[in-house]
Every structure is written in C-alpha cells, then in structure tokens.
C-alpha cells in the first residue's frame, strides 16, 4: 500500500471522537450482559481453538526475510505486525479425541502446504519465541526503529498495512514504543519492537458463561508453571545489547523469557498505572468481566464497519478487546448466536520448537482447565500476588524458578516435582474427562513432561549452545548467530513430526519404554 494511502487511513482513524467511541463500547457491554442473562453465550460442551505465529527466515543464511503479501495469501496465512510476520488460525474443535488430533492436523496441513510455498521463494517458516539474526545488510534496531513521515503521520517502514498499528504512534493515546531489559534499551517511534517476538494462544470455550470466573481463577495459577515449560527467549539480537555489556553480564542477567518484557516495554506507556499489558486481576462476576475490557483504557478508538453477524451487535466492544492486552484475557465472541461463547485466550506461551511442543500446550492448558474446574482443586485459593509473582519468577528463571503450589490434598509447595506431578495428573484427568484414552493422554502431554523431568526447556537449550562456543573463543554475536543456526536447522527436521525432546537426546524411544 502506497505510505499516502496508509497515511490517509491513519488520519481517518485519528478523527474518530474517543468519547463517542466510549459510549459506543458501553452500549455494546450491555448488549453482551444481556446476551449472557439469556444463555447465549453457553455451549453445550467445552471448545478448543489455537493461533500460531511464525517468523520467516531466508533459507540459506537464516537472516529475517520479509515475506510478500501475495505469498501469505497463497498459504491461507495471516499478516501480523511486522513483514516478516505470518499467523495460522485452527478451526474451533470440541475438546475430545477426534477435537484434538483435528487442531493437531490442520496445523501441520497447513504448515506442510505453507512450507512448499516459501520454500520455492527461498524461505523457511520458523517457530520461534524471538529472531535474533535481523535481515541481511540491516542491523536489527534499524530494521525496528526505521519509519518515515508522511504529512505528520509516523510510518514504521517494516511494519505491515494494518492501520491499527500504524495508528497506534499517532494517538493522543500511544503506547510505550522502546525495550527495556537487562542490558537492553531502545526507543522506537512506533510499536515495531513488539515485532521481535511470537507466540502461540490456545484457547478455551467455557460451557457455561457464569463459570467463567472460576475457570479463570484456575488459568491464572497455571499460568506460572506452564510458562516455565515453555520458556524460549533468552537472547535477544546481539546489536541491540548495550555496548559496554559483557557476554558473561548478558548471560547472568538475562531472563529465559524475555518476550514478556518485550511485548510489555513495547506496549505500556511510561507512568500508566495500572499498565495495560499486566497479569490481569480476577473478576468475581462475569459481568465484571465485560465491565473490565470496556474500561480499560482505549488506545486508537477506531471506526467501526458491521455486517450481519451476531458479533456485530457489539462492534466497537470486539474491536477494543484487540487492545486488551492482558496475559490471561477473557473473549465474548461468535460470528453467529449458536456460535457464541465466552472463552479464555491463554497468551504466556511462546511459539515452540515443534508442532507437537505447540498441541502440548493446548492439551495441557485444556485438560487442566477441565479438571481444576470439576474437581475443585484447591489452588485455586493460591493467593492472587502468588500466582503473579510464579509468572514473573517463570518469566526469569524458567524452571528454575521458585514457583508456588497446593497440591490436590492441599499441600503448600515449592518442590518442582510435586507440583508438576500434580500438575500432569490433572492436565491427564481432564483430557481423560473428555474420552481419551490413556495412552492418547500421556502423548498429547509427553513432551511438557520430559522438560519438567529433566529440567530442560528451549531458553536452557539455547543458552548452553551459545556458551559452550563462548567457551570455544567465539564472540557473543558469533555465539548467538550459530545458536540460531542450530535451532532452525534441527527444526527443519523435527517441526512437523518431531519433539523438542527428540533435541535432546530424550525422544519417542523413551516414551515407548515409558510406555
């Protein structure tokens, strides 16, 4: 899209009246609180649903490429914030046997269908919490800092044509557009920093709307410990890190996570209180729910267009949800009254080596919250300021992290193997609850099992490659680069029908003899 276009459409959005639009959310809240009275939003049975979002590289050097337009069209993907961004998308599943082998199915059918394509344009498709080799001839912060002016509208020049976006550092409202990290600063013009990273969101559809609080008391505890399985982003690009910081600094102060503080820094806004991406508070009510995302602060209140679906019956409310940021956030949706729900978008999990590490997730996610719920598991009376502090010492740590737990019998913890012992039970009972069988279960959740058992993950797996060529007298950028190369490289081989735990040494051999 040509940038005066896009300039055009920014200043478009930039006209709409923020108290106007406001007025137009509440009166959409009361749409959906009614709609809840009346039983809308339940389902006879829970739903499952997955987005999954990649990065591409170029095939041979594994630098950033931008993928072109045309040819996200062409592998039924989605553009995401930045060019080199592509998004998937699973079709909702009941939650059973046949729900789950189907999520796994289509992705890995549109992925080996995504990968012929961008194969044949040089590129490869990468599952990854955060790239760290920027494009050829461009160091990673001209490629996140670099924008134009166009009549007074800033334009980040590698972002893609998403108005919201490009809106985003235009409005009186504007978000925090800078990294903050150990050893890491940078100040943006747009919202491009958050490019750097990607994740993958299960979520799951509550049968009964009014359960909602409960079932997202019991998401925001498991929150903690599943981030710490899943924890993938220890590095950042090696040009971005302050100049006089050592490797030995870098190694010793990074976080294993830090994809939570890069989409946090990029997002929140200097002196906000509270921020608008947190780790979001309860709600006692399912209303209060609906209350929370409508007065939340709006960042860029757009125009809205509708249509005949249902969901267009509150409009303006769906559209600034998309700007309600929250770690664990709470979705009324639906295109069509017998497909509304009420669910729970689970955000904390970044994109994982493999397809299978990915679907573990979702089974562990959905499974836990199916069997918390039925079997009142008294976690969920974990106080709330434990609950976050286990997600920002995961974020840290990883699974090294001293992460708070009450077992079923209601035991306090802090023992990594009780808990996720405890943990995988439940994650299994759920599943189980839901007519797999034994042995289906234990493979869905296999994979997030060897991490916990052998205390590796991918942030551990990705630091050990980088020293170990420290320790062979290579430099950091050196280090970080032929770390990279190794992870996409064993991804090329293992991204459709592998395990992370294949990496490792620990594979499906083990778990035949587990077995």
């Not at 978008?345 to 493999?354: D, S, W």
């Amino acid at each position: 899209m040509p940038e005066s276009d896009l300039a055009a459409q920014v200043e478009d959005v930039l006209s709409v009246a923020p108290d106007e639009f406001q007025a137009q959310v509440e009166a959409d809240a009361e749409v959906i609180v009614e709609e809840i009275e009346d039983g809308t939003f339940d389902n006879p049975q829970a739903i499952i649903g997955f987005e999954y979002e990649f990065y591409a590289v170029d095939a041979e050097s594994g630098a950033l490429r931008r993928v072109p337009r045309r040819l996200l069209d062409l592998i039924g993907f989605e553009k995401e914030l930045g060019l080199h961004n592509a998004e998937m998308s699973t079709s909702p599943q009941p939650l059973n046997t046949h729900g789950l082998a189907a999520q796994e199915a289509e992705v890995k059918a549109q992925l080996s269908a995504a990968e012929d394509r961008t194969g044949a344009e040089g590129m490869r498709l990468v599952s990854d919490a955060m790239w760290t080799v920027p494009p050829e001839g461009e160091t990673a912060e001209e490629y996140l800092t670099d924008s134009v002016s166009d009549r007074g509208v800033r334009i980040a020049s590698n972002m893609s044509d998403s108005v919201r976006y490009h809106a985003m550092a235009n409005s009186d409202g504007r978000a925090g557009m800078a990294l903050d990290a150990p050893h890491v600063s940078l100040d943006a013009d747009t919202v491009m920093p958050e490019s750097l990273i990607t994740s993958i969101q299960p979520h799951y559809q509550v049968p009964h709307a009014r359960d909602l609080p409960t079932y997202f008391q019991y998401a925001l505890r498991i929150a903690g410990p599943l981030l710490a399985l899943g924890v993938n982003s220890p590095f950042f690009p090696p040009d971005l890190y302050d100049a006089d910081a050592t490797a030995e600094e870098i190694l010793a102060d990074g976080y294993d996570e830090h994809r939570i503080g890069v989409f946090e820094t990029a997002l929140n806004r200097s002196g906000d209180d509270p921020d608008k991406v947190r780790f979001p508070r309860e709600f006692d009510s399912v209303e209060q729910a609906v209350e929370r995302i409508a007065n939340d602060r709006t960042i860029v209140p757009m125009p809205v267009e509708t249509a005949d679906r249902f969901d267009d019956e509150f409009a303006h409310f769906r559209l600034k949800h998309g700007t309600y940021w929250r770690w664990v956030r709470p979705v009324f949706g639906g295109a069509t009254r017998s497909a509304a729900n009420a669910r729970i978008e689970f955000r904390p999990i970044a994109a994982q080596p493999t397809v299978r590490d990915s679907i573990a997730f979702q089974a562990a996610f959905a499974g836990l919250l199916e069997s918390t719920f039925r079997r009142e598991h008294p976690v969920r009376h974990l106080d709330w300021v434990v609950a976050k502090d286990n997600f920002y010492g995961a974020m840290e740590d990883g699974l090294d992290a001293d992460i708070y737990w009450i077992t079923n019998d209601g035991k306090e913890t802090t023992d990594h193997e009780q808990m996720y012992e405890d943990i995988f039970a439940h994650a299994k009972d759920g599943l189980q609850m839901r007519g797999l069988s034994d042995q289906d279960a234990a493979k869905y959740l296999y994979p997030l099992r060897q991490r916990a058992r052998h205390r590796l993950t991918p942030a551990s797996w990705k630091r050990e490659r980088v020293r170990d060529r420290l320790d062979d007298g290579a430099d950091f950028e050196d280090a970080v680069y032929g770390m990279q190369s190794d992870y996409v490289e064993m991804q090329s081989e293992t991204l459709i029908d592998g395990t992370f735990a294949d990496w490792v040494g620990r594979g499906d051999t083990e778990m035949e003899r587990e077995d």
